[in-house]
């Protein structure tokens, strides 16, 4: 699995940090996103499927 943002997407709503916290986080001067890691480990997959699932802009986008 590998991730990908569009950061002209992210609306800061934090929705994915509060579903995978290991591996998204937000940027401190405007809440947008920042991948932490870009290829998580399997234990993380189910997190980051409700990440973006929880997603309002489809900002997230997952290569399999
Ligand atoms: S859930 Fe989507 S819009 Fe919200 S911070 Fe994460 S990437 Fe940005």
Do not use: W
């Not at 569009?6 to 579903?19: A, I």
């Not at 937000?26 to 973006?52: C, F, M, N, T």
Request: glycine share 4%; net charge negative.
């Amino acid at each position: 699995m590998h991730i990908e943002i569009d950061d002209r997407l992210c609306c800061s709503s934090g929705n994915c940090v509060l579903k995978a916290p290991v591996v998204f986080d937000q940027q401190e001067a405007d809440g947008v996103v920042r991948v932490r890691h870009p290829l998580p480990p399997a234990s993380e997959y189910q997190r980051v499927r409700s990440a973006v699932a929880s997603c309002p802009t489809s900002a997230i986008r997952l290569i399999e």
